[in-house]
């Protein structure tokens, strides 16, 4: 071989060489860990290619090689750990996000994520909800009292109103009070989102209190559980009230649906009220006879938006109720009430955090009985102003009258929420004021405002069960509230 010939033979290897390293760097693809930039770069061994040493058919002057997917190249081609549908670019390899690393500690979800799971069916969930517990409750004035009560709940999926709802509970306090209930709701019976409700009650209070009529007096430093601010009450009855639908609103974006229904109802309860000799009610009553049968007829309009009813986070419950008694209904005197009661419920920002707040207003007219002079009524009764749901940190039934207005703000927030195997423990914590006037004249009603306050926690399991630890605390007392299902 001549020296030019041989020349010639190392030149074309050199050029093969060269062309096969760069068509096998240009259709090699890169794995998803690579640190590569943008622009790929060639094996450190090996210097990038420039000129018409671009790929083989660049040699040829044939078009330029087509993006092909990893997944359609041979296996033996495709790195270890490469995704199938990462596609190559001139540029290099489409980007990949790393895949979502598995949630740990799945018991405890994050203080301030959303709950998806209450508005979706878990797999294997029965739709049946029963709950037994050992029954204590405690606020001033009554004590300490124990018992036992059994919740059932029945709803077919997450996020549902029950269905059914049924609470059987039976207490004994420290004092001799006694407390003795039964109360269910059926809802969709006849399906056409109607609401039947059922209750009846057996209720032995040696220590009922009775401060007077209206009374805005500081009583600050008194004894208020002396016998002087104290009668017998017993109380046995019950109620039967139907809704019927009138008009629904669709929900709108993530506001839940709304129900306007009318309301109607039949109310009986037979007090038996006995005074203590010189006690502040039998002064004021010297020889009257203060036992009293109340038959009511009750009607009325109510508005429920809310998201859920056991511890709603958005929407709204109104009812506005007129209550109307005398010898025809069965009732000792003829009297009656007017009660408005308006309850909306915001969440601020993350579903765990909610800002409650209720308006309430009661009006008596007639010869009203001792007992409806401190309730504030409307769907559900409740003692006022002073007590467990209407002026916390007053003394129960503190201030009574004809006439009687409150407003509540709470903020509830449940950072805490636990998976104790098929069932969920919601952990909260709350503050509220409240704000109420009282009086027997419409001019007198805004001379006095009582105002209280307090923190507290909540205990929510399964989504229909509520257990509250309250502390209130006002200008004359304070008081600690252990009871079941929020106070509005």
């Not at 990038?48 to 081609?77: F, H, M, N, Q």
């Not at 409150?406 to 709350?430: A, D, M, Q, W, Y």
Request: aromatic share 10%; glycine share 10%.
């Amino acid at each position: 071989m001549t020296p030019l010939a041989g020349a010639l033979f190392a030149a074309t290897c050199l050029a093969a060489r060269a062309s096969g390293l760069a068509s096998s760097w240009a259709q090699e693809p890169v794995s998803k860990d690579s640190e590569l930039a943008p622009e790929l770069t060639p094996p450190s061994d090996v210097a990038p290619p420039s000129g018409p040493l671009k790929s083989d058919a660049a040699v040829g002057g044939g078009p330029e090689p087509t993006p092909v997917p990893a997944a359609a190249l041979p296996p033996a081609t495709v790195p270890e750990g490469a995704r199938p549908d990462t596609m190559m670019t001139p540029a290099g390899p489409a980007p990949n996000l790393p895949p979502r690393e598995r949630v740990r500690w799945g018991w405890l979800t994050h203080p301030l994520s959303p709950t998806p799971s209450q508005y979706q069916i878990r797999k294997g969930q029965s739709p049946h909800r029963v709950l037994p517990l050992p029954s204590v409750r405690s606020q001033p004035g009554v004590g300490l009292m124990l018992g036992a009560n059994i919740s059932y709940a029945y709803r077919r999926k997450e996020g549902d109103p029950n269905r059914i709802y049924m609470i059987f509970e039976s207490r004994v306090s420290l004092k001799k009070v006694q407390d003795h209930s039964f109360f269910i709701r059926l809802r969709d019976l006849l399906r056409r989102e109607e609401v039947f409700e059922f209750g009846v009650l057996g209720y032995v209070d040696p220590v009922f209190p009775y401060y007077g009529i209206g009374n805005n007096n500081n009583l600050e430093g008194i004894d208020l559980q002396a016998r002087y601010y104290q009668a017998h009450l017993n109380t046995v009855g019950g109620s039967l009230t139907y809704q019927h639908p009138l008009w629904r609103l669709q929900a709108l974006g993530d506001k839940p649906p709304g129900m306007l229904r009318s309301y109607a109802g039949l109310a009986y309860y037979a007090d038996r009220v006995r005074t203590y000799d010189n006690s502040l009610l039998q002064a004021e009553n010297p020889a009257a006879d203060l036992s009293a049968r109340r038959g009511l007829i009750r009607l009325g309009l109510t508005w429920d938006r809310r998201d859920n009813e056991w511890s709603p986070g958005k929407g709204s419950l109104f009812d506005v109720i007129v209550d109307n008694a005398g010898p025809w209904t069965g009732s000792t005197d003829a009297w009656g009430r007017l009660s408005a009661n308006f309850r909306t419920y915001w969440t601020l920002g993350v579903d765990k955090l909610v800002l409650a707040h209720r308006l309430s207003f009661d009006a008596l007219w007639g010869d009203a009985p001792l007992v409806p002079l401190g309730e504030f009524g409307g769907l559900l009764t409740t003692d006022g102003l002073g007590g467990a749901s209407a002026g916390r940190g007053w003394m129960r039934r503190r201030y009574i009258g004809r006439l009687k207005a409150f407003g509540s703000l709470e903020l509830r927030f449940e950072p805490l929420e636990l998976k104790v195997r098929r069932h969920t423990l919601g952990i909260g914590l709350k503050g509220f004021v409240d704000l109420g006037v009282v009086a027997d004249r419409m001019q007198d009603l805004p001379k006095h405002w009582h105002v209280s306050g307090g923190t507290g926690l909540q205990v929510i399991w399964d989504q229909f069960a509520v257990l509250r630890l309250d502390a209130g605390f006002s200008r004359e007392s304070f008081g600690i509230y252990f009871i079941n299902e929020h106070a509005f």
